[in-house]
C-alpha cells in the first residue's frame, strides 16, 4: 500500500466512525513533510494548523495556519481537520494536548519527530524550560522515552518510519467496522435545562457544568442562552478568559447582537445588571475572581473542564467546590459524560490522556491509619517514575490533585529536570505524600552582577534570582539556595503531620549543602501559616497578582548556614522596613488574614513596648470620646502589635485582628473591609472599631483605664 492509499482509506474510517487518529512520522523533518504531502494526496484539507517554530516546516501548506509552540494558547476553541505538530521543534505537552485538542471529528494528528533510536538523545529545544543554567544536561529524555512507550501500545495511533514498511491497516480496518452510534444529546439537554433554571429559579442557585473536552458545555451555555432570549430575556453576559475563548457560546446563541461578552474585570469592577451571567472556562480565571462574581451576581451559570489540556482541572476543581460550599448552599454540578464533537472512544482522545496523564487518580491507601501514621520518607529518581506506570501516576495524581494549576508540562518537568529531587512518603508501602525540591545558586561573580543590573535572568535560579536583582542582595547569587516547590499530602491523611514530616526530611538531606532553603507561592492563609509555624520567613510579596489564582507571591526563606543567616537576617529587615508603605499602596488589596501572619512571621508579634500613658488617653479618646480615627492611626497601629501579641499564634486570625489590619494598615474604604459581616458605611464601621478598642483597653490595662475614666468622666 501506497502513503496515498494509507491516507484514503485512515480518513474514510475516520469520517465514518467520527474518529480522530494521529500519525507519527519518524525520520528526518524533511522526508516527514514530503511523506505528509503523500498521504493528503497533495491536497490540503479546508482547515490545516501546523505547530512549529521553524517556518521551513510551515512553508509548504500554502493555507495553514501557523502557529509556534509557546501561542497554542490562543487557538484553544478553534477546530482543525488537519494539525501538524513539529517534534523538531520541541515536544511540549501543553501544546501538543491543546493542538491534539483543536482536532475535529474525522482529522488527524500528525506528528513529525526524529527516529525512535535516535529521539531521546535528541536536543529537544523545548529544554530550555526546563533545564537549570550551569548545569550539566541529561544524556537523555525519560519523559521521550515515556512517550515512545505510549505511541508503541497505543491503538489508533500509526507509527511511519523512514525507509521502512507502511502499518498494516487492513487487519485494523476490519477490528473496528462497525457502524458509529449517533451522537447522544441527552447530557447537553439537562445541561440546558440546568442554565434555565439559573435564570428562571431562586436566586443563588448557580450551576457547574463539568466534563471533559468535546462534550458541548460550551454549547450548551449557548443554547440556553438562545432559548432565554427568544423567550424575552432582555440581556446576557457571557465571560471568559478573552472574546475567541466563548467563541463556541456565541455560535449556539444565535444572537450575537443581544448577547454581550464583558472581561471578568470589568464585571467586578463596573455596575452590571444582566438577566443571566455565563462563564466559560471556569477554570482560567482566578478563583479570587470568581468569588467576586457570585458575591455581585445572583443568577450565573459556569462551565468548566475537568482533565483540560491546558492544565486546568481536578485542582481548580477542589477549590472552586470549595469556595461554591462556602458562598452558596444552593449550587448544583452538572455532568456531561457522553462526547459530542467526536464518537466515543475515540483514538486520539484516548492516546492524550495516556501520553499527558491528563486523568492521573491517586490511589485511595489501603487500610486505616489512627493517630499520628509511621511514614517512611525517600527519594525517587526520574527513570523509576519512567518504568513504573503506577508510581509516576500516583505521584503526578497527588500533584493534580492538590495544585490549582498542573499541567502536562508539569510531567515533563518531573521526568527531564537536571535540579529535581523528588521526596516521596510512604505508609505501609502506600504512596500519601511527595515534594519536590530544586537546587539553585551558586553563580558566579559575572552572572551575579548582570542579574542585579536585570540584565539576565538565567533558568532555574528563582531564588537566588529574587533576591538579587529585585531586592537587591548581589551575594545571594554565589550561595546555594534550596527552593521547594511542592509539597502534597493525600486527603485522608492531611493535617497529622505528613507534610511537615516531609518538609524536615527535605532540609536534613540538604544538611550541609544549602546555605538557604525557601518556597515561592500564591499567598493563602493556610499554606503562609504552615510555612511560617515552621520557620520560614517573608521576604517578598509580588505587587502583581498571578493569574492563575489571583493572588500575590509570596516568598519565604530561612538560613541553613552562617552566610545564609546573614543574608535572611538582612533580607526580612529589608522587607519589614518596606511593609508599612506597601501595605498602604500597591498591597492594599492583599488578603487581610494574610497580614498578622507576616506580621508574626517576621517577630513583629515579640515583646513590643508597653504603651504610653499619652497613647492610653488617645485610644481612650477614640473609643468613648469620638476622636477622630485619621488623628489616631499610629498609636491604633500600635494597639494592632500588641493585640497580634495577645492573639493566639497558630491558626488563621480572627475576625476583628483581620478588621483592624484592613482599616488601619492597609487603609480600606470601610465598603471594601471583607471582616465585616455585611459591607458597611463609615459610621456602623467605625463604632464598630470604636468597640474593639474599647475591649481590648478593658482586657489589657484594666487599671490606666479606670484612671483615665475619672479623669475625663467617660463612660
Known amino acids: 500500500m501506497h502513503l496515498e492509499e494509507f491516507g484514503q482509506a485512515l480518513r474514510r474510517t475516520a469520517g465514518f466512525r467520527r474518529h480522530r487518529y494521529c500519525v507519527l512520522f519518524c525520520g528526518t523533518a524533511n522526508w516527514a513533510v514530503d511523506a505528509i504531502h503523500q498521504l493528503t494526496n497533495g491536497a490540503q484539507p479546508d482547515a490545516t494548523l501546523v505547530v512549529s517554530d521553524r517556518p521551513e516546516i510551515a512553508s509548504p501548506f ?5 502557529v509556534s509552540l509557546h501561542r497554542t494558547q490562543h487557538i484553544l476553541g478553534r477546530e482543525y481537520d ?22 475535529r471529528a474525522g482529522g488527524l494528528l500528525i506528528l513529525i519527530a526524529p527516529d525512535f533510536g535516535q529521539w531521546p538523545a535528541y536536543r529537544d529545544p523545548h529544554y530550555t524550560r526546563i533545564i537549570s543554567h550551569g548545569k550539566p544536561l541529561p544524556p537523555f529524555s525519560h519523559y521521550i522515552q515515556r512517550f515512545i512507550r505510549v505511541v508503541s501500545h497505543s491503538p489508533g495511533v500509526f507509527t511511519i518510519c523512514q525507509d521502512r514498511k507502511l502499518p498494516d491497516i487492513g487487519t485494523w480496518q476490519q477490528k473496528r467496522a462497525r457502524i458509529p452510534a ?21 436566586r443563588r ?3 457547574v457544568l463539568l466534563s471533559d473536552r468535546g462534550r458541548g458545555k460550551s454549547a450548551s451555555l449557548g443554547i440556553a442562552a438562545r432559548q432565554l432570549l427568544d423567550d424575552g430575556m432582555d440581556q446576557i453576559i457571557v465571560t471568559g478568559k478573552n472574546r475567541p475563548s466563548v467563541d463556541a457560546v456565541f455560535r449556539h446563541a444565535g444572537h450575537p447582537e443581544r448577547l454581550q461578552y464583558v472581561h471578568p474585570h470589568q464585571l467586578i469592577h463596573d455596575d452590571h445588571r444582566p438577566g443571566l451571567l455565563l462563564v466559560d472556562e471556569a477554570a482560567s480565571i482566578p478563583v479570587s475572581s470568581l468569588q467576586r462574581l457570585l458575591d ?15 492544565g486546568t482541572g481536578r485542582g481548580f476543581l477542589l477549590k472552586f467546590t470549595e469556595l461554591l460550599d462556602h458562598r452558596t448552599r444552593g449550587w448544583r454540578p452538572c455532568v456531561l459524560h457522553t462526547p459530542l464533537r467526536w464518537a466515543q472512544n475515540d483514538p486520539l482522545e484516548q492516546f492524550l490522556f495516556r501520553s499527558l496523564l491528563l486523568d492521573a487518580e491517586p490511589h485511595r491507601p489501603e487500610g486505616t491509619a489512627t493517630g499520628k501514621p509511621e511514614i517512611q520518607v525517600d527519594t525517587v529518581e526520574p527513570r523509576t517514575l519512567c518504568q513504573d506506570e503506577r508510581l509516576l501516576t500516583d505521584l503526578f495524581g497527588l500533584l493534580t490533585q492538590a495544585h490549582y494549576r498542573t499541567r502536562p508540562y508539569d510531567l515533563r518537568h518531573l521526568l527531564d529536570s537536571n535540579s529535581l529531587t523528588i521526596f516521596r512518603s510512604q505508609w505501609k508501602g502506600q504512596t500519601i505524600g511527595v515534594a519536590l525540591a530544586v537546587t539553585e545558586g551558586g553563580l558566579d561573580d559575572s552572572m551575579a552582577g548582570e542579574i542585579w543590573k536585570n540584565q539576565r535572568r538565567p533558568n532555574g535560579h528563582l531564588l537566588p534570582e529574587l533576591l538579587c536583582a529585585q531586592q537587591g542582595f548581589i551575594e545571594a547569587a554565589p550561595l546555594k539556595f534550596v527552593r521547594i516547590m511542592r509539597i502534597v499530602v493525600h486527603p485522608e491523611f492531611q493535617r497529622r503531620g505528613v507534610g511537615t514530616g516531609l518538609l524536615h526530611h527535605i532540609e536534613e538531606h540538604f544538611s550541609g549543602t544549602a546555605d538557604i532553603l525557601g518556597t ?10 504552615f510555612w511560617c509555624r515552621c520557620g520560614y520567613r517573608p521576604v517578598r510579596i509580588g505587587v502583581g497578582s498571578r493569574h492563575q489564582s489571583g493572588s500575590p507571591s509570596i516568598c519565604l526563606i530561612r538560613p541553613g548556614s552562617e552566610p545564609g543567616k546573614i543574608l535572611v537576617r538582612q533580607a526580612v529587615q529589608k522587607f519589614s522596613d518596606n511593609l508599612g508603605i506597601q501595605l498602604k499602596t500597591v498591597l492594599k488589596d492583599l488578603d487581610p488574614a494574610l497580614v498578622p501572619l507576616i506580621y508574626r512571621a517576621m517577630g513583629k508579634d515579640s515583646k513590643p513596648r508597653d504603651l504610653t500613658m499619652a497613647e492610653l488617653e488617645s485610644l481612650a479618646g477614640f473609643a468613648y470620646a469620638g476622636h477622630h480615627l485619621d488623628n489616631n492611626r499610629a498609636v491604633l497601629e500600635r494597639i494592632w502589635e500588641m493585640a497580634l501579641q495577645h492573639s493566639l499564634h497558630t491558626g ?27 459591607p458597611q458605611g463609615r459610621k456602623k464601621g467605625t463604632a464598630r472599631l470604636r468597640k474593639l478598642v474599647g475591649e481590648f483597653l478593658l482586657r489589657t490595662c484594666p487599671r490606666q483605664l479606670e484612671t483615665i475614666r475619672s479623669r475625663f468622666n467617660l463612660p
Open 62 to 66: 500554502d493555507d495553514a495556519s501557523p
Open 82 to 103: 488537519l494539525v501538524l505538530y513539529d517534534g523538531y521543534s520541541g515536544l511540549d505537552p501543553d501544546a501538543l494536548g491543546i493542538a491534539g485538542g483543536t482536532v
Open 182 to 202: 449517533a451522537p447522544d444529546f441527552s447530557d447537553q439537554k439537562k445541561a440546558v435545562a440546568a442554565v434555565i433554571k439559573v435564570a428562571a429559579g431562586k
Open 205 to 207: 442557585r448557580p450551576v
Open 296 to 310: 455581585r451576581y445572583p443568577r450565573i451559570a459556569f462551565a468548566s473542564t475537568v482533565h483540560g489540556y491546558e
Open 520 to 529: 515561592l507561592f500564591s499567598a493563602a492563609p493556610d499554606v503562609m501559616a
Open 652 to 678: 488563621v486570625p480572627g475576625r476583628d485582628l483581620i478588621l483592624f489590619g484592613e482599616r488601619i494598615l492597609q487603609g480600606k474604604d470601610w465598603k471594601a473591609c471583607t471582616a465585616l459581616p455585611a
